[in-house]
């Protein structure tokens, strides 16, 4: 099969050779290095370039939202002295929000749900939305190639601009002004999506988009489910609408422990998850067993651990825990192989290919003993 028939086919839950092995989104440059065969200052002169070739000579089938790793001198220092992934940043949130009502105030300066429908250039966003397919396409090619977080869902992650204390405070104090800013955030996510919808039909681009926000943390939601159902959901199902009708998969990223609220985003028209967070109990197993609001498998992507066994474990563990998720994807037909999040820095290079070499192995294996058709 070749990458695109194996990926579309997983998406559909019909029968493949193995599961589809996810990457773009490993942030350990020595890994990068080795499967690309440069020198490190030819990799840094065009870090793209050489990324993509490092993931095509691993063996991916796709490259979901291609994330490049820091250079060292512009990331924050981690453990033993290496650099992390993370941005160095010259001023904290709360610097220019430093209480609940400043934040208040901000987001009541927003325009409306009706001011942005007046203004939206339906043709500039298709426009946009083609050519980062089109780029994708053509340099990753034979791989697929799926771009995240360009449309899909209103944005939540707001604390990174107000700050945790005075975002949270600010939406318990005034949940209506709240309502209406993600009505206006959902509005463009709306409009947006339908133009990637037409997109996608137009041009016959792979029919799934990666999306989602961070709104739970290790024990859960960082605001109480009640007030996002209220506030954030309906706004979240609108901006689906268009996706939806036009049979588009929606995958979720969701960092942290989301069962509290995963009933709801699937009602809202997500189809499956990514960045599954299992030493916080998002289990495989469990997501395998549970069905989208269409009533198919859950699509995964996922799920070799980024905290425990990528960085902490041996070869073999990370052949152990690729042998898992393999087997689970083998019954469940609709898995893409993957780690649970953004490979780090701290994680050893022959782990990173191991992942990549065995996933390919021993996919085709368990997947040979009987790929479960579930469409």
């Not at 020198?39 to 840094?44: T, V």
């Not at 990637?196 to 988009?209: G, K, L, Q, S, W």
Request: hydrophobic share 35%; net charge negative.
């Amino acid at each position: 099969m070749t990458h695109y028939e194996r990926c579309l086919a997983t998406l559909a839950g019909e029968k493949t050779d193995r599961a589809p092995i996810i990457s773009g989104f490993v942030c350990q440059a020595e890994f990068l290095l080795h499967m690309s065969g440069v020198s490190s200052e030819e990799f840094w002169k065009e870090p793209r370039r050489h990324s993509i070739e490092a993931y095509r000579r691993a063996g991916a089938d796709a490259i979901m939202q291609f994330v490049l790793p820091k250079r060292p001198e512009t990331a924050t220092e981690g453990t033993g002295g290496r650099a992390t992934n993370f941005s160095r940043r010259e001023e904290p949130p709360e610097a220019r929000f430093p209480t609940p009502e400043s934040v208040i105030e901000y987001v009541q300066q927003q325009p409306s749900a009706e001011e942005v429908r007046r203004t939206f250039n339906a043709r500039e966003e298709y426009d946009r939305y083609v050519a980062i397919m089109r780029e994708g396409i053509r340099d990753m090619a034979p791989m697929v190639w799926v771009p995240g977080h360009v449309c899909g869902c209103p944005p939540f992650m707001w604390y990174g601009t107000f700050g945790y204390s005075g975002y949270f405070e600010a939406m318990i104090t005034a949940p209506e002004v709240f309502d209406r800013f993600f009505a206006m955030l959902g509005e463009q996510r709306r409009l947006q999506n339908a133009e990637v919808a037409r997109a996608t039909r137009e041009h016959d681009f792979i029919p799934v988009i990666y999306c989602g926000e961070d709104i739970c943390y290790s024990a859960g939601p960082m605001c109480s489910p009640k007030l996002l159902s209220e506030i954030y959901f309906p706004h979240l199902r609108r901006a689906f609408e268009p996706l939806k009708e036009a049979g588009i998969k929606v995958v979720w990223h969701s960092d942290g422990y989301i069962m509290p609220i995963i009933e709801e985003l699937i009602s809202c028209g997500v189809d499956g998850f990514q960045g599954l967070e299992e030493d916080h109990g998002m289990r495989l197993e469990t997501l395998a067993e549970m069905t989208n609001r269409d009533g198919e498998p859950l699509i995964l992507w996922g799920s070799v651990s980024v905290t425990s066994t990528l960085p902490h474990g041996t070869v073999e563990d990370v052949r152990a825990d690729v042998r898992r998720c393999l087997e689970i994807g083998a019954r469940h037909g609709r898995l893409f192989l993957a780690p649970s999040s953004s490979v780090g820095p701290e994680v050893p290079t022959e782990n990173i290919v191991e992942l990549h070499r065995y996933g390919i192995e021993y996919g085709l294996q368990a997947y040979a003993r009987g790929n479960a058709v579930v469409a």
